[in-house]
């Protein structure tokens, strides 16, 4: 009995270290998803670089898991709500196509892996070779990395707007600060972005017939910054070469560098916005709206008087002739009243 009470404990303290490894606990309570089949020792993490820091990065997790022989380096980095972790996603994720899996966004490479699951950011890169399918593990497990579905956790809406149609894989970017900027739009000062203005912008490029072109899309808050801003852009531009077509659509800011003139017309039409007009928008309102308020409304009244003045004399005299031309069928009552004696 005593030895086999002494294998039980022998047996326990060599599973703890490899449920420990498979299922670490990460620093601020939170607790990521087990790797089943997979032993993930905690490495030291790089410090994130200022475009992650740009997006919102709030923490970084590295681990190197292995299996067998195999070995695959494993970067998790945690930001404060969705765009973010899109826009490093954007940035971070290797030039390949792009698919969504359930509610996350996936790029597969041969040497390479990206995922955008919520506000996580995952990347993978195994230690030698390996084919996407054996990723598949790697994709399970972010899936299980913790949710928070809060309202404002959504993918901008902005990069609805891109074309699909020629655009190159991997080539489309989406930043909302200086950092991000410089690195999508290396051809436009970033002191012309706006960022004051809350701007946001996305930034692809596309296979047009004769050559690529860089396509950027920028959103304002209102048509009438948008119309500011290209403005600015145009005169601070003109020179540009390759020369740059703008166009603005509402709040947004179009421009195509490259390609041929006629492709490049046809990309910036091809991307218009849709306002939403609401009944419960306000109306300005000033002193002579309401005069002429006023004004209507006796003339309603006035119209409306003569009318009824104008059809009870034409009844009446009506009435009136019909009795004295046809006295057996029309007659006229006005002297037939009855009297009351109260007294």
Not at 53 to 62: D, H, K, N, Q, V
Not at 251 to 257: F, G, Q, T
Not at 293 to 309: D, K, N
Request: hydrophobic fraction near 50%.
């Amino acid at each position: 009995m005593r030895n086999l009470r002494q294998l039980a404990w022998l047996f326990f303290w060599m599973l703890c270290p490899a449920v420990v490894a498979a299922a670490p606990r990460a620093p601020g309570g939170i607790q990521l998803p087990l790797l089943p089949g997979w032993r993930l020792h905690p490495t030291l993490a790089a410090p994130p670089s200022a475009l992650l820091r740009e997006f919102g990065w709030i923490r970084r997790y590295a681990f190197q898991a292995f299996q067998g022989t195999r070995q695959i380096k494993l970067q998790v980095d945690l930001f404060g709500d969705a765009s973010g972790a899109f826009g490093a996603y954007t940035f971070r994720r290797p030039a390949a196509v792009s698919r969504p899996l359930s509610a996350c966004l996936v790029t597969v490479a041969p040497g390479n892996l990206a995922l955008d699951c919520d506000r996580w950011l995952v990347r993978a890169k195994p230690a030698g070779a390996i084919i996407p399918a054996q990723f598949a593990p790697i994709l399970a497990w972010a899936k299980l990395l913790p949710r928070w579905n809060a309202p404002g956790d959504q993918l901008p809406t902005i990069i609805a707007y891109a074309p699909r149609h020629e655009r190159i894989p991997g080539s489309l970017r989406y930043c909302y600060g200086s950092s991000g900027w410089a690195q999508a739009l290396p051809w436009v000062p970033v002191a012309l972005a706006g960022f004051e203005y809350r701007a946001e912008a996305v930034v692809a490029s596309y296979s047009l017939p004769r050559q690529s072109a860089d396509f950027a899309i920028v959103a304002y808050p209102t048509p009438q910054i948008a119309q500011l801003q290209l403005q600015r852009f145009r005169q601070a531009l003109k020179n540009a070469a390759p020369p740059v077509l703008f166009r603005r659509s509402g709040s947004l800011l179009l421009m195509v560098r490259g390609g041929d003139f006629k492709s490049a017309s046809r990309l910036l039409a091809s991307v218009n916005e849709n306002t939403l007009v609401t009944w419960s928008q306000a109306i300005p309102a000033n002193i002579t709206d309401v005069a002429e308020l006023f004004i209507g409304i006796i003339l309603l009244t006035v119209g409306l008087l003569m009318v009824a003045l104008v059809v009870g004399v034409l009844s009446g005299w009506m009435h009136a002739r019909l009795a004295r031309m046809f006295p057996r069928l029309f007659t006229y009552r006005g002297h037939d009243l009855i009297h009351l004696d109260l007294n």
